[in-house]
């Protein structure tokens, strides 16, 4: 087993997907951002309107997922066909973003889902960092990905989410 | 208390930093990034050479810093004066990114180094996610900030790392 | 009839082409500036050699279709095939940019046409400003449209000009 | 008067700002769509949440004021110091938005409202063409600027607006 | 024979693809870098660790590439399917970059391969030039490409490098 | 003497520039394409209208030299105050891109003047590119500097061209 983003002097390249078949393609990730109680009300409720916070981080989350390619160096340019990202409070002081991509494509479309998982994520932390600088962003990992040669993954546990 | 990045109408906008002093900005954040004790190993020894996946890592966090206003909706562009990422790894399964930013500007540079960890820290995702799917990252948040209006900050706990 | 943009509680997302197919598609569109009759001789004659202005603004009309889905947020990448920008005088006081964009793929190029000749005629402005403040951009709008499930379109009186 | 955007040769250049002073700018530009009298209520209405639409708009124009370098090839990277963007119904059939932006540079700020203004507009037909093809974009000016040598400028008429 | 980048009147277009069939592609280039011997020891030997400059310029060359489109107006948007860029020193004064690319595509990635090496050697310029600004870059030229209805290239005396 | 980008461990990083004082900076660099006289004289004649192929250029180098920031991994974003690019026939097969850039900043802009002569270079590179695969590029070199601590800077017969 190695690691083929480097060829055999060590050395950084992006892989050859010219051979691999077109399949389809898609990703799901997420990150979860923790804050204060008062933060997360705040954004809910009238003084900070939901609506342009969570809308702001959803775009700039799927915004960010076509430029996943200009931003991890060995990444490949992929025609992305879908992006959704589902922003919601899962508890009083948490906040959780889910990315689900979709392509067709000679390789997979996981990075796209982690970075725009990451983005939306550090959107909605700059949105509220005037009031609470201590937010932080954790579990941001792969829930699911499914299509190519390497076949389905599933992250431990991610069903019963 | 309110946030900043809403109007009273709660849209969105880019807070007018016109009336603010320039002052000397620094921040530090971080990321962490959880994995197989074999992939660590395989970083880190000859199979897959140490150097290139951390020297991509921090390249990559370096170049992303001077994006952030590309990727955050409501960030001011920043003429950045430094950028350095550190990256190691602090268990057998555990590896640290540390960015540490700064410029001398009207309004902060905090979001530059969340962006710049997040970026390094998937793009050793990326390296490695061929061998290693379930990789996650956590404790993405900021470690210090000093300069500016609201004065230093020092996360709870941070002098301890 | 519904805003395909929005999902089913009113967020935004990038609608899923997946199972759409490649076709060959055309869009055509413009975009009219109005401006002094003193501006618009310099721009054809001697002083203000009519070559830079226009051949840059054609440029910038063809480098800005190349980043709509960058600039416009729910916008899909989309692999051009060209693209063509016309920019004539049309009067003593008005210049009409035309833009003409092919692609084959499985959504259409609209987009691309209208920011083509957008910032086409903002070039334009931006490179005689500096004589006349107050010129302005009206009537961009699509002219036609060429394949996709949709069909064809030809914009109302678009066939007299 | 001459075209300052071209040398003596006819040439095209970025002008030297290098020795014009500092100043605080502040530029306020508009674009006016006009759509069936169904598509704005829609906007407007349940079917397709306001939100959305109008915040999609929002930050696309904000985000593209931050990359007006990047498409006016002749334009000077500026630190912008603020955005905001209005939009709002005017009429049955026509959407206003109005872009407002600060700095504090050597050279003016009007090309970032207007390419503001333009990317907002493009912004709403993108996510309202699938229900409306014929929407189309008028009236892109200059509202008003202050700062600068060639001192203030208010477009006619715009004291009424 | 005619430049196919302008057309009939001579303006500057994206030249129509969509009729041309999609093709295996390949390009190879290259650039030469000549500095001191000094700056080259300190390269490869210790004081200036070999690593990170190669390192950081093949990264930046493979970053390079995938932006191709955005830098070289005419050039259209190709889905890269694999980059390669080999650094090494072939004298005491001199270092060579090639860059090796492919994609499957209607048109040709000879820019791409000639922006990759470009910019790899010109980072190497940057991360030297405190030590010997005098260093120089020659020799960026195209050594093969294959496939396309223009069919092979081979540079005059490119295989026996 | 050490390389400045690189720390003490030999980890690339973006050199703080944050003690500097702001100076008056400027950059001349310059690129020499040979092509065939064929080549050439159709650039400069009828069949290949010289304003394009060179306006093209110059406006390309113009935009590269704001994203050399983007490109470069180590270089700094800085306000460019004017870039000029002058491209002329030097002999039946040669020509000559030199650029000319200033800012006034903590650091110097060498390495945008470079990128700038470099991308302009490639674009006449591409436009010709199917009718003369062979142009190669070559000199691509610092002319002058002047400004900062460094001081100023004259390539060696620099003067004599």
Chains 1, 2, 3, 4, 5, 6 share one sequence.
Not at 11 to 26: C, F, L, S, W
Not at 91 to 111: A, P
Not at 126 to 144: N, Q, S, Y
Request: proline fraction near 4%; charge should be negative; include cysteine.
């Amino acid at each position: 087993m190695k690691l083929t983003h480097l060829d055999e002097n060590g050395a950084a390249h992006m892989v050859n997907i010219g051979a691999k078949p077109v399949t389809q393609r898609e990703a799901v990730a997420q990150s979860v951002l923790t804050m204060q109680p008062e933060t997360l009300r705040m954004i809910l409720d009238g003084t900070a309107p939901k609506g342009d916070v969570f809308a702001c981080a959803r775009i700039a989350g799927i915004m960010a997922a076509k430029r996943t390619a200009e931003l991890i160096p060995m990444c490949h340019p992929i025609p992305i066909e879908s992006v959704d990202i589902a922003i919601e409070a899962v508890s009083e002081t948490q906040v959780r973003v889910v990315s689900t991509l979709r392509c067709s494509h000679k390789t997979g479309i996981e990075m796209e889902a982690l970075t725009a998982a990451s983005v939306a994520a550090l959107t909605v932390y700059d949105m509220c960092k005037a009031v609470d600088r201590g937010m932080r962003i954790d579990e941001t990992l792969l829930l699911h990905k499914t299509g190519g040669k390497s076949g389905d993954y599933h992250a431990e546990g991610a069903a019963a989410r």
